[in-house]
Protein backbone atom coordinates (compact mmCIF):
# COMPACT_ATOMS: atom_id res chain seq x y z
CA UNK A 1 0.00 0.00 0.00
CA UNK A 2 2.88 2.31 1.05
CA UNK A 3 4.40 1.49 -2.77
CA UNK A 4 1.56 2.36 -4.81
CA UNK A 5 1.04 5.52 -2.81
CA UNK A 6 4.48 6.93 -3.79
CA UNK A 7 3.96 5.37 -7.27
CA UNK A 8 0.81 7.50 -7.26
CA UNK A 9 2.36 10.44 -5.87
CA UNK A 10 5.41 10.59 -8.53
CA UNK A 11 2.42 9.90 -11.15
CA UNK A 12 0.86 13.26 -9.57
CA UNK A 13 4.87 15.41 -9.99
CA UNK A 14 4.86 14.40 -13.61
CA UNK A 15 1.69 15.44 -13.73
CA UNK A 16 2.07 18.70 -12.17
CA UNK A 17 5.45 19.38 -14.61
CA UNK A 18 3.82 18.70 -17.49
CA UNK A 19 1.06 21.13 -17.10
CA UNK A 20 3.20 24.04 -15.80
CA UNK A 21 5.90 22.78 -18.63
CA UNK A 22 2.76 23.66 -21.74
CA UNK A 23 1.33 26.53 -19.58
CA UNK A 24 5.19 28.59 -19.63
CA UNK A 25 5.98 27.61 -23.51
CA UNK A 26 4.09 31.14 -24.99
CA UNK A 27 7.50 31.95 -25.69
CA UNK A 28 9.91 31.67 -28.78
CA UNK A 29 13.24 32.99 -27.62
CA UNK A 30 16.00 33.05 -30.62
CA UNK A 31 19.57 34.36 -31.17
CA UNK A 32 20.72 35.01 -34.99
CA UNK A 33 24.21 35.48 -35.49
CA UNK A 34 27.11 37.11 -38.08
CA UNK A 35 27.22 33.50 -39.86
CA UNK A 36 23.61 33.57 -40.94
CA UNK A 37 22.72 31.26 -38.26
CA UNK A 38 20.03 30.58 -35.36
CA UNK A 39 20.89 29.40 -32.00
CA UNK A 40 17.76 26.67 -32.10
CA UNK A 41 16.60 24.37 -34.56
CA UNK A 42 13.53 23.57 -33.35
CA UNK A 43 11.10 25.61 -30.60
CA UNK A 44 7.56 24.69 -29.44
CA UNK A 45 5.07 26.46 -28.05
CA UNK A 46 1.11 25.61 -26.88
CA UNK A 47 -1.79 26.68 -29.21
CA UNK A 48 -3.40 27.36 -25.87
CA UNK A 49 -1.56 30.24 -25.08
CA UNK A 50 -3.85 33.46 -25.33
CA UNK A 51 -0.01 35.38 -26.49
CA UNK A 52 2.80 34.16 -28.12
CA UNK A 53 5.82 35.98 -27.77
CA UNK A 54 8.50 35.63 -30.63
CA UNK A 55 11.59 37.48 -29.39
CA UNK A 56 14.72 37.73 -31.44
CA UNK A 57 18.18 39.26 -30.46
CA UNK A 58 20.87 39.71 -32.84
CA UNK A 59 24.07 38.83 -31.35
CA UNK A 60 26.45 39.37 -34.17
CA UNK A 61 28.14 43.12 -35.39
CA UNK A 62 26.95 43.18 -38.55
CA UNK A 63 24.50 45.59 -39.76
CA UNK A 64 20.87 44.93 -40.85
CA UNK A 65 21.86 45.63 -44.35
CA UNK A 66 24.84 43.14 -44.61
CA UNK A 67 22.88 40.52 -42.12
CA UNK A 68 19.89 41.66 -40.92
CA UNK A 69 17.44 38.69 -39.32
CA UNK A 70 14.40 39.07 -38.64
CA UNK A 71 11.87 35.91 -37.53
CA UNK A 72 8.45 34.71 -39.75
CA UNK A 73 6.54 32.11 -38.66
CA UNK A 74 3.77 30.36 -41.44
CA UNK A 75 3.05 26.83 -42.06
CA UNK A 76 6.28 24.52 -43.55
CA UNK A 77 5.02 24.08 -47.21
CA UNK A 78 4.83 28.46 -47.52
CA UNK A 79 7.87 28.81 -46.40
CA UNK A 80 9.75 29.29 -49.47
CA UNK A 81 7.03 31.34 -51.74
CA UNK A 82 7.10 33.81 -49.01
CA UNK A 83 10.89 34.55 -49.14
CA UNK A 84 10.43 34.60 -52.29
CA UNK A 85 7.85 37.22 -52.65
CA UNK A 86 9.72 38.62 -49.16
CA UNK A 87 12.60 39.71 -51.48
CA UNK A 88 10.24 41.26 -54.15
CA UNK A 89 8.60 43.04 -50.88
CA UNK A 90 12.16 44.83 -50.00
CA UNK A 91 14.10 45.65 -47.18
CA UNK A 92 11.72 48.96 -46.82
CA UNK A 93 9.13 45.89 -45.87
CA UNK A 94 11.49 43.92 -43.70
CA UNK A 95 11.43 41.36 -46.39
CA UNK A 96 8.13 40.60 -45.50
CA UNK A 97 5.02 41.50 -48.45
CA UNK A 98 2.97 43.63 -46.48
CA UNK A 99 -0.50 41.85 -45.84
CA UNK A 100 0.53 38.52 -46.55
CA UNK A 101 -2.10 36.02 -45.35
CA UNK A 102 0.15 33.26 -45.44
CA UNK A 103 2.37 34.63 -42.62
CA UNK A 104 1.12 34.02 -39.23
CA UNK A 105 4.03 36.13 -37.48
CA UNK A 106 7.05 38.39 -38.11
CA UNK A 107 9.19 40.35 -36.72
CA UNK A 108 11.00 43.70 -38.53
CA UNK A 109 14.32 43.47 -39.92
CA UNK A 110 17.39 43.88 -37.12
CA UNK A 111 20.95 44.22 -37.36
CA UNK A 112 23.86 43.29 -34.73
CA UNK A 113 23.23 43.81 -31.31
CA UNK A 114 19.42 45.05 -32.04
CA UNK A 115 16.43 42.95 -30.32
CA UNK A 116 12.95 42.81 -31.35
CA UNK A 117 9.70 40.94 -30.63
CA UNK A 118 6.30 40.28 -31.66
CA UNK A 119 3.16 38.55 -30.15
CA UNK A 120 0.57 37.12 -31.94
CA UNK A 121 -2.68 34.83 -30.74
CA UNK A 122 -1.79 30.85 -29.86
CA UNK A 123 -5.44 30.18 -31.55
CA UNK A 124 -3.62 30.88 -35.07
CA UNK A 125 -1.70 27.58 -34.74
CA UNK A 126 -3.04 24.17 -34.98
CA UNK A 127 -1.69 21.86 -32.05
CA UNK A 128 0.17 19.25 -34.36
CA UNK A 129 0.22 21.33 -37.18
CA UNK A 130 3.23 21.85 -39.80
CA UNK A 131 5.46 24.80 -38.92
CA UNK A 132 8.58 26.87 -39.80
CA UNK A 133 10.25 29.36 -38.40
CA UNK A 134 12.81 31.24 -40.45
CA UNK A 135 14.49 34.68 -41.44
CA UNK A 136 13.52 35.86 -45.07
CA UNK A 137 16.27 38.30 -45.76
CA UNK A 138 17.25 37.33 -48.90
CA UNK A 139 19.03 33.70 -49.17
CA UNK A 140 18.66 33.16 -45.29
CA UNK A 141 15.50 31.09 -45.01
CA UNK A 142 18.46 28.36 -46.39
CA UNK A 143 19.89 28.17 -43.15
CA UNK A 144 18.55 30.15 -40.80
CA UNK A 145 15.05 27.90 -40.17
CA UNK A 146 13.57 25.73 -37.43
CA UNK A 147 10.63 23.56 -37.02
CA UNK A 148 8.10 25.13 -34.85
CA UNK A 149 6.11 22.14 -32.64
CA UNK A 150 2.66 23.52 -31.46
CA UNK A 151 1.04 21.20 -28.71
CA UNK A 152 -2.11 21.89 -27.11
CO1 LIG B 1 18.84 36.45 -41.42
Redesign the pocket.
Known amino acids: MKILSVSLLCLGLLGATGVSQAAGNCTISLK?DDA?KFDLKTATVSAACSSITVELTHAGKLPAAA????VVISATKDMDAIARDGIKAGVANNYVTKGDARVIAATTLVGGGEKIKVSFPGKKLTAGGDYTFF?S?PG?SML?KGKLTVTK
Open positions: GMMGHNCFHM
